[in-house]
């Protein structure tokens, strides 16, 4: 955890292409951040495994899907994750278990591994259920059904991180 006096709390989520899922999740991450007015006090950022869209806007049925409910994806482009990113955050968090065994196996250290979580594993209602599924090959409605598992994921992680977020 960075010094709570000034520097960031920085979260990183990870799907596999970075335009689908985790640009859901930073989106809804950063603005349960200025909700609370704490957005100075964390970067939300995402990623994906494969570099396949590197570069790319988030796919427009996420873009979509953010704005039916009144978020800006717009300004999303994606990322591919290194190694060297589990320096730069303090959660690298998975938006199901492949991407969790993925960002094990680019873990150098056991701190490495100890900042790796399933977003899913945030939702009170998840049970066994704890993969994103990923809407790419599906319609509109598989990306709005998606949006909602990531808020309510999303949002009870924030809640969990918000007492050591706020300043004291």
């Known amino acids: ?3 709570s006096s000034t520097a960031p709390f920085r979260v990183v989520f990870v799907c596999t292409g970075n ?31 494969g570099d ?14 953010l704005r039916r409910v009144g978020y800006d994806g717009t300004r999303h482009r994606a990322r ?11 959660l690298i968090v998975a938006l199901d278990r492949s991407h969790e065994r993925a960002l094990r196996g680019y873990a150098r250290t056991e701190d490495d591994v100890a900042k790796i979580v399933l977003l899913r594993g ?8 704890l993969d994103v599924p990923d809407p790419y090959y599906a319609g509109a409605e598989m990306f709005d059904e998606v949006l909602g598992m990531i808020e309510t994921a999303t949002r009870s992680l924030f809640r969990q991180l918000e007492p050591a977020i706020r300043p004291s």
């Not at 396949?52 to 899907?65: C, F, K, L, N, P």
């Not at 591919?80 to 303090?90: G, I, K, L, S, Y």
């Not at 945030?122 to 259920?129: E, G, N, Q, V, Y």
């Open 1 to 3: 955890m960075p010094d």
């Open 19 to 49: 335009i689908c899922r985790s640009p859901m999740a930073e989106v809804v991450f950063r603005d349960a951040a200025a909700r609370a007015g704490l957005a100075s006090r964390v970067r939300s950022t995402s990623v994906g495994t």
């Open 52 to 65: 396949w869209h590197v570069g790319e806007q988030a796919d427009y049925r996420t873009i979509d899907s």
């Open 80 to 90: 591919q994750f290194t190694a060297a990113m589990f320096d730069d955050h303090d």
């Open 122 to 129: 945030f939702d009170p209602d998840a049970s066994d259920l």
